[in-house]
């Protein structure tokens, strides 16, 4: 029986971990369950798989977990530091889906824990990628990729050498707005940049999928996961989202990973790793879908990818200051303080107003991220005015 942990338990990729180790209630053992402020969800997702520890990150809503749990003899607790104890309790598998930067001190210490981590968080890996990497070589956590594009990636590596690999590619779906002009993204809500044409996922990365910074961020997370340079490294649209992503061989050979839109699929991957699974999801039928059509991204139209693509070139303390900007300007655009085209606008010009040296500790990082929000607010507030 593998005893796991799921970090971020009440969002879309924690809920999605729940579902496939209930259908598999003999195969797992749930130590603790994590959430920010969803009481509800996460004390109901505790009762049902029997874990032994519920915590909340808004210590304010510890009281409400505790009366939620009533009774079951689950342990409860509250705050930023519970979180990180938690993701250092002894497991033998992490589900790190804690979304955005406020998952890197959980990520840290479930890597510092060793055994295997599942990272679904891409900003921890943006923001201190160097950092994280040496803390699993460390103490020899293995990091399976939870993102489809990224297990697609480790699905395609073979064992050859990594001089062996001409290219990764990334593929996109181009979101819900790749056929739209410029002129035609500039009122673009909130509404309809979370309504992704094929994904099931949260706000925040239908947003980042929508502007396409959601692709420039996986391209420096796979800078760090995997043996090339980041020449090796290429985006195409696919907007049929079959192809979750591919590895071109010096022999000419590319092999891809294909399957249904669900990201229950690269889960359940990560889950029975180096084993496969069972799922309830949907097989493909390729003779159904017909056709697979591919582009090159446009870059013109889709900023933040050229954003993203530079910060990975120009490394240093640069992918945080671009992880910081993008979620402090998608949260603003959001709350509708800004438009959707000055999500982009915003973190250039953060990255054009700051340049600091490459972070060689946690602390380091979580500065840089500090200072790029700051900036990134106060870009904001001249956008609201």
């Known amino acids: 029986m593998k005893r796991v942990s799921i970090l971020g338990a009440t969002g879309s990729v924690g809920t999605s971990t729940l579902d496939l180790i209930e259908r598999a209630p003999d195969a797992f053992e749930v130590e603790a369950l994590t959430a920010n402020r969803d009481v509800g969800k996460l004390a109901a997702a505790a009762r049902r798989v029997g874990a032994k520890l519920a915590v909340v990150g808004d210590e304010a809503c510890l009281p409400a977990l505790r009366d939620a749990l009533g009774d079951s003899g689950i342990e409860a607790a509250g705050g930023e530091q519970a979180v990180i104890e938690a993701a ?3 497991v033998d598998w ?10 890197l001190k959980p990520v840290m210490a479930s890597l510092a824990r060793g055994g295997a981590v599942a990272l679904a968080n891409k900003e921890a890996l943006v923001s ?35 001089e062996r690999i001409r290219r990764i590619i990334l593929t996109a779906s181009g979101g819900p707005f790749r056929e739209r002009s410029l002129a035609e993204m500039q009122g673009i809500t909130p509404e309809q940049a979370v309504a992704h044409p094929n994904w099931s996922m949260g706000a925040k990365i239908s947003v980042d999928s929508a502007t396409m910074m959601n692709k420039g ?6 800078y760090h996961l995997f043996p090339v340079t980041p020449e090796q490294l290429d985006v195409l649209v696919h907007r049929q989202s079959v192809i979750h992503s591919m590895v071109e061989y010096v022999d000419g050979s590319t092999l891809a990973q294909l399957g249904s839109p669900d990201m229950r699929v690269p889960i359940a991957h990560a889950l029975a ?13 390729l003779a159904r879908i017909g056709r697979l059509d591919f582009e090159a991204p446009d870059m013109e139209r889709f900023p933040a990818l050229a954003l993203a693509r530079a910060a990975l070139s120009a490394g240093g303390g640069r992918p945080a200051i671009l992880n910081a900007a993008n979620e402090v300007a998608v949260a603003a655009f959001l709350d509708r303080r800004i438009g959707f085209l000055e999500i982009a606008a915003i973190v250039g010009d953060v990255l054009q107003r700051f340049d600091p040296a490459g972070p060689q500790t946690l602390d380091a990082v979580l500065a840089i991220d500090a200072e790029a929000r700051a900036l990134a607010r106060e870009r904001v507030k001249d956008c609201a005015a």
């Open 94 to 103: 992490t589900m790190a889906a804690i979304v955005g930067t406020a998952g």
């Open 273 to 285: 790793w180096p084993d496969r699974m069972e799922t309830p999801c949907e097989r493909l039928d």
């Open 128 to 162: 201190a990628g160097d950092v994280m990497m040496a803390a699993a070589r460390q103490a020899g956590t293995t990091l399976l990729p939870v993102d489809s594009e990224h297990n697609a990636v480790f699905q395609c590596l073979d064992d050859c050498p990594p």
């Open 217 to 222: 961020l996986e391209l420096i997370e796979a």
């Open 88 to 90: 250092a309790r002894p």
